[in-house]
């Protein structure tokens, strides 16, 4: 079946440091990847996605490439923010299929 | 845009007893979703509404969770009794026919089952 794994947290983190969060993922074929944000008391937000590989995608400064040869998806980020504090889903669709997927969760605190 | 409205936004219930949550979608978006939240967890999809039918409840407890979506815009999910494993946050997301594997999700209702 489809499952996501990510790594585990919490990750605390001090300002301007850089992040990366590890996701990988079992399925057949190529699924399209993503990653979800989910900041204190508010619902999940896309953050970006990639649907092939070797797809990057990126948004607010964040980026993950989507690699097929070690199935993996990792979220990284330069230079964290305290505002960057949330819990982040990796998750991933099968082919034509709208089923999401989620990982855990991981837990990032960022510090001033 | 208005974003993805759920209420409450917390509950807390005795075990046994009945509970429902209300969810209305982003206007124009014809597939709503179910989603449920345990600590720790990523969310797990309960039902998904095309319009007003339901396209996938493979993973709904039906002897306890039910969960309508007349007029195809607002959608209710009720627990009925609840059991203390039921704690968790309830997810509601929509997203348009086009894009359908984009899902804008709300705040979510917090279920404390005593």
């Known amino acids: 079946g489809n499952s996501v794994t990510q790594m585990e947290g919490p990750v605390t983190l001090s300002e301007e440091a850089f992040l990366t969060i590890n996701c990988t993922y079992t399925a057949t074929g190529y699924p399209s990847l993503f990653w979800y944000v989910q900041y204190p008391g508010e619902g999940l937000q896309l953050l970006l996605k990639?649907?092939?590989?070797?797809d990057k995608g990126s948004n607010k400064g964040f980026e993950a490439t989507y690699r097929k040869e070690t199935t993996s998806f990792h979220l990284e980020k330069g230079s964290v923010q305290v505002s960057d504090s949330a819990v982040y889903f990796c998750a991933l669709s099968p082919p034509n299929d709208y089923k999401l997927s989620f990982g855990a969760g991981t837990t990032v605190t960022v510090r001033a | 845009e208005a974003g993805v409205a759920q209420s409450p936004r917390y509950k807390i219930i005795e075990k046994r007893q009945s509970v429902a949550f209300w969810c209305n979608p982003i206007s124009g978006h014809a597939t709503l979703y179910w989603y449920q939240q345990i600590l720790g967890q990523g969310p797990k999809l309960l039902i998904q509404?095309?319009?007003?039918?339901?396209?996938?409840d493979s993973q709904l407890p039906k002897d306890r969770f039910s969960a309508e979506r007349l007029k195809g815009v607002d959608s209710t999910l009720k627990i009925q009794p609840a059991k203390l494993e039921d704690s968790a946050v309830y997810l509601c997301a929509s997203s348009t026919r086009r894009r359908i594997n984009e899902q804008f999700f709300g705040p979510g209702t917090r279920l404390t089952v005593l």
């Open positions: 509404f095309q319009n007003n039918g339901v396209v996938d």
């Open positions: 990639a649907t092939k590989a070797d």
